[in-house]
């Protein structure tokens, strides 16, 4: 996968606490601190073509919940890459999002 990041998270949540909105909450509450700590991005941060920081997200193409997830926290779509599977079986498809940090 092409990383264009200096940095990068992941999320889980266990199955019994899913579709109550809590990774929505969890990622939301994390951009807001992130902006308000970073607010030019982390050092070594790339700017769009506007002069705009953003974060970027992945997330496999049939991950619908998590896709969601970002959708809520303000995520737009802005593109697709290919990448190796984890686990070695046939590539998969990741969908990229970015969020922009929020105008003040
Ligand atoms: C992805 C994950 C973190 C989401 O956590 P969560 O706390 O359940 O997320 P939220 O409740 O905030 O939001 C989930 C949204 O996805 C929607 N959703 C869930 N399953 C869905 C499906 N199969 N199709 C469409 N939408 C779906 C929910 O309805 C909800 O949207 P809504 O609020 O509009 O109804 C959780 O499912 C998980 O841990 N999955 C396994 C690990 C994983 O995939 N991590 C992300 C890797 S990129």
Same mark, same amino acid.
Request: proline content about 4%; glycine content about 10%.
């Given at each position: 996968?092409?990383?264009? /990041?200096?940095? +990068?998270?992941?999320?889980?949540? +266990? #199955? %019994?606490?899913?579709?109550? &909105? $809590?990774?929505?909450?969890?990622? /939301?509450? !994390?951009? +807001?601190? $992130?902006?308000?700590?970073? #607010? @030019? &991005?982390?050092?070594? /941060?790339?700017?769009?073509? +506007? &002069?705009?920081? !953003?974060? =970027? ?8 919940? %998590? ?7 303000? !995520?737009? /779509?802005? &593109?697709?890459?290919?990448?190796? =599977?984890? $686990?070695?079986? #046939? ?10 940090? #929020?105008? @003040?």
């Amino acid at each position: 996968m092409a990383r264009t /990041s200096v940095a +990068s998270i992941g999320y889980e949540i +266990s #199955p %019994s606490y899913w579709n109550k &909105g $809590y990774l929505t909450e969890a990622l /939301s509450g !994390f951009l +807001s601190a $992130y902006w308000k700590i970073h #607010p @030019e &991005g982390l050092q070594g /941060s790339k700017l769009d073509e +506007s &002069g705009r920081v !953003f974060v =970027d997200a992945t997330a496999l193409e049939n991950n619908a919940a %998590s896709l969601r997830v970002l959708e809520k926290a303000g !995520f737009v /779509s802005v &593109g697709q890459e290919t990448a190796k =599977d984890w $686990y070695g079986g #046939p590539d998969v498809v990741l969908k990229r999002c970015r969020v922009w940090k #929020p105008v @003040e």
